[in-house]
């Protein structure tokens, strides 16, 4: 068998691995499982097309695949795919793809494909089903309001979640756990830029004091705080500016706005509902103002007094 795993979901990728792995006697694994990086191409597909000693399976994983690195090389090696035996499992890593390649289209010929992408951060309701399942594999018993609080506190950091599970496992002992038990064990490590612009946005100063804190406690650099802000904004701009001057489909909406993923477009479309365009302008030039500013030196406490300057802008509309 031979599989292309792809995406940003690392923690996915690697219990896809290890479900892979966990097929191979374990009496075996010095003979039969090996990890090889991309640029040992010829090695790997080598060790993949020779039969496994034991007459069992044989797991062979290539690592951090580029595929738009490889070349006529590469395509040449991969022509030996067709020799890999029934019981070798082998599999190609990489983080993205790009299905117009010669090399990726060959590849899909032998190989069954898998792509696992990381849940987007404004998804809190996948985030809080993805850690449901995840609680519910080790019998951790939670609280709803446990569930809505560990999906705010982990976001998408789907490698976070296990560990943290795990260790509520070990202190609940069987039983359930309530949302100050979890408070007390996960802290909140998500107040992240994109919750600062929400808040921003919404004129919650309060919210905006405590998140912005929480930030520069953790030493997040200011330029990357901005940089968040600033696409952030635009993006809240450029989907109100489509909607008043009258597109209504949410394919237009994601070309116009360059959307990559268009079920975005559901929430932005929520986000902006009530949200002033002459508001956003203004807190996009600020932004801008402030970026510059940043640049030629400015620090936290201009940050702070500029931000709580934008919040007011969509306070007062």
Known sequence: ????????????????????????DSQWLTLCYHRFPADHLDRAISVARTRSLTGG???????????????????????QLVQVPEFTILVFVATTVDKRLKIYKHLVKYAKFFEFPLIP???????????????????????????EYLA?????????APTELRKLYIYG???????????????????????????????????????????????????????TLLTQFRTWLWVKSAIVSGVKKDSELAQLCSISNPNRIYYLRQEVANTSINALAKAVTMVLDLEMSIKRGAESKDLLLIILSVSRLFKLT
């Not at 951060?121 to 018993?141: C, F, G, H, M, Y």
């Not at 705010?152 to 976070?160: P, Y």
């Open 1 to 24: 068998m031979i599989v292309l795993l792809t995406g940003d979901d690392q923690h996915a990728i690697q219990e896809q691995l290890n479900q892979y792995k966990a097929e191979i």
């Open 152 to 160: 705010e506190a982990i976001g998408n950091d789907m490698t976070r």
């Open 173 to 227: 002992k069987g039983r359930q756990l309530e949302l100050a038990e979890v408070k007390e064990l996960v802290p909140c490590q998500t107040q992240n830029s994109l919750q600062l612009a929400s808040a921003i946005r919404q004129g919650e100063s309060n919210q905006v004091l405590h998140l912005l804190d929480d930030l520069l406690s953790r030493s997040e650099p200011l330029m990357v705080i901005v940089a």
């Open 57 to 79: 399976k044989k797991l062979v994983i290539i690592e951090n695949c580029h595929l738009k690195q490889w070349g006529d090389t590469e395509l040449e090696t991969l022509q």
């Open 121 to 147: 951060p404004w998804r809190n309701d996948l985030i809080e089903k993805a850690i449901s399942t995840q609680a519910k594999k080790i019998k951790l018993v939670l609280s709803k309001n446990a569930v």
